[in-house]
């Protein structure tokens, strides 16, 4: 049976929650993935759900559906952000092989950026996980430490294919700016060596 009701508390940074139904009752548990793919919850949020018990017997929402909301629209939503992320990535790393192929860097560089972007890989991985599992997370300073040193073409390609990071406005602001300050350094030891 579905029932309507409210996300009453979300964290965000998280990904998991409390819905009460409407008209009262015991509140569920609610974790992002029982949300469909591309909507963030927020306190407030109306839905309408189906409940399960776990095995210490508290209630789970699954299924969760945003009320109100066109399914086509959440989609669309999230689709033009996957795409042109993935390919600014890739676009960075053929442009520095092609900036060492015409020889205007060493190839050290691109050893650099294309070791650092699989750490950042890696490191989103495990971080996704941890948040799944609701244990340890990586601080976010390390997130952007490492798109600062040369690994953001990897943490860009990560955000999309793990679905982490990339709606949070905060992160992605301080992500973006680590980015230019990347670019614009080895533009300055480029033009300066």
Excluded: C
């Excluded at 009460?20 to 407030?44: K, L, M, S, T, Y």
């Excluded at 092989?97 to 890696?122: D, E, I, N, R």
């Amino acid at each position: 049976m579905r029932l309507a009701g409210r996300v009453v508390e979300w964290q965000d940074a998280r990904g998991f929650g409390f819905i009460e139904p409407n008209g009262g009752g015991d509140r569920a548990f609610v974790h992002i993935r029982a949300f469909p793919r591309g909507r963030r919850p927020a306190e407030g949020t109306r839905v309408t759900y189906t409940v399960q018990r776990d095995d210490r017997q508290r209630l789970n929402a699954i299924d969760v559906r945003v009320a109100n909301a066109a399914p086509s629209k959440a989609r669309s939503e999230a689709t033009p952000s996957r795409l042109p992320r993935k390919w600014i990535g890739l676009a960075a790393l053929a442009f520095f092989a092609l900036a060492v192929w015409q020889q205007k860097m060493p190839p050290t560089v691109l050893m650099v950026y294309g070791g650092m972007s699989l750490v950042a890989v890696l490191v989103y991985a495990a971080d996704k996980s941890r948040a799944q599992r609701d244990a340890w997370r990586t601080p976010e300073s390390t997130l952007h430490f490492l798109a600062l040193t040369g690994g953001w073409p990897g943490a860009l390609v990560a955000q999309d294919l793990f679905r982490h990071k990339r709606s949070k406005a905060s992160f992605q602001a301080v992500f973006w700016i680590t980015v230019v300050a990347n670019v614009a350094a080895l533009a300055w030891w480029n033009a300066h060596r």
